[in-house]
C-alpha cells in the first residue's frame, strides 16, 4: 500500500502561481509512475503531470509550459510548480500514484485526499 498526503492548493488570481506538495509513504518502491490529476467543476478527472522511474515527464497539452514537476526520491516527494494560472486551471488536485502490472497496465492506483485550487480574474 502507497499512502499519498498532497497539500498547497489555494485561492489565486490569474497569471499567479502556485505550488503543490505530495508526500508518499508507504511501499514506495512499488510506484513506477507517480503525479498529479485534477477534477475541475463538473468534469472528468484527468491527468495533469506525470513523471516515471526514468524521469520522464508527461503533460496535459493545455498545461505544458505553465506547469513543472519535479520529484525528490529521497524525500520521496513530488511537486507541481504551476505558473501563468488561468481560470480553466480551477480544480481540484490530487496527487496521483500507481504501479503498473506484468501486462503493462496499472495494477493498482494511489490518491491523495486532494487540494482544491482556485484561479480568479
Known amino acids: 500500500q502507497v499512502q499519498l498526503v498532497d497539500s498547497g492548493g489555494g485561492l489565486v488570481q490569474a497569471g499567479g502561481s502556485l505550488r503543490l506538495s505530495c508526500t508518499a509513504s508507504g511501499r514506495t518502491d512499488t510506484i513506477d509512475v507517480i503525479g498529479w490529476s485534477r477534477r475541475p467543476p463538473g468534469m472528468e478527472r484527468e491527468l495533469v503531470a506525470a513523471?516515471?522511474?526514468?524521469?520522464?515527464?508527461e503533460y496535459l497539452d493545455s498545461v505544458r509550459g505553465r506547469f513543472t514537476i519535479s520529484r525528490d526520491s529521497v524525500k520521496n516527494t513530488i511537486d507541481l510548480q504551476m505558473d501563468n494560472l488561468n481560470a480553466e486551471d480551477t480544480a481540484v488536485y490530487y496527487c496521483t500514484a500507481g504501479t503498473l502490472g506484468d501486462d503493462g497496465n496499472y495494477a493498482h492506483l494511489y490518491w491523495g485526499q486532494g487540494t482544491q485550487v482556485s484561479v480568479v480574474s
Open positions: 513523471i516515471n522511474r526514468a524521469g520522464k515527464t
